[in-house]
């Protein structure tokens, strides 16, 4: 195994075990750590698909990354003002 499937694997833990603790109720939808999870997996998964030639599935990882970076900036944004 070489370092670009290591970094895909490792994505796809962090994604799987994102999805597990939010179907376990152990974490909420809308907490950091979970679309922090989120990012950091996608981030693997999109190293791993780009530089293997997955570009559908590379595509699919930047909106995933996106929309977890989204979450945390109103997440972020939503404490500020309650603050």
Do not use: C, E, H
Request: charged share 15%; no cysteine.
């Amino acid at each position: 195994m070489d370092w670009v499937d290591a970094v895909g694997w490792a994505g796809a833990v962090l994604v799987l075990a994102a999805y597990g603790l939010v179907s376990t109720k152990r974490l909420d939808g809308d907490s950091v750590v979970y679309q922090a999870l989120n990012v950091a997996g996608a981030i693997g998964m999109l190293i791993n698909t780009y530089v293997r030639g997955a570009l559908p599935s590379a595509a699919l990882n930047v909106i995933w990354i996106g929309v977890g970076l989204y979450v945390l900036a109103k997440i972020v944004f939503r404490k500020r003002q309650d603050a």
